[in-house]
C-alpha cells in the first residue's frame, strides 16, 4: 500500500532553520509529482512548495519564496523541504503530498517559537 512518511519536523527559534523529509512507498515515485502543504491553527490546508517528476522543476508559495528550498532523491524515494529564515507564520502541520491518486502522509508539526 502507499505510504507517506514525514520526519523532521519540531521546536526552533525564529530565524533557524529545519528540513522535513518525506519517504514514500507503494508506488513508483520517480515518475509523480511531489509537493508539501501545510496547515496552521485555525486556518486552511495551504501549498508551499511542488516538484515535477520529470524535470525536477520546482515551485514556490509568495510567503516561503527565497527561504525554502524542495527536492527530492529518486535513488531513496524521499522528497525534502529545507526551511531557513523560520519565522513564526511558518508554525503549521506540514503534509507530504503525491501526485500518485493523491495520497497524504500523516503531517509533522513544525513551531517557530523563542
Known amino acids: 500500500q502507499v505510504q507517506l512518511v514525514e520526519t523532521g519536523g519540531g521546536l526552533v527559534q525564529p530565524g533557524g532553520s529545519l528540513r522535513l523529509s518525506c519517504a514514500a512507498s507503494?508506488?513508483?515515485?520517480?515518475?509523480?509529482?511531489m509537493r508539501w502543504y501545510r496547515q496552521a491553527p485555525g486556518k486552511e490546508r495551504e501549498l508551499v512548495a511542488t516538484i515535477t517528476s520529470a524535470t525536477g522543476s520546482t515551485s514556490y508559495a509568495d510567503s516561503v519564496k527565497g527561504r525554502f528550498t524542495i527536492s527530492r532523491d529518486n535513488a531513496k524515494n524521499t522528497v525534502y523541504l529545507q526551511m531557513n529564515s523560520l519565522k513564526a507564520e511558518d508554525t503549521a502541520v506540514y503534509y507530504c503530498y503525491t501526485t500518485f491518486r493523491g495520497y497524504w502522509g500523516q503531517g509533522t508539526q513544525v513551531t517557530v517559537s523563542s
Open positions: 507503494g508506488f513508483r515515485f520517480s515518475s509523480y509529482g
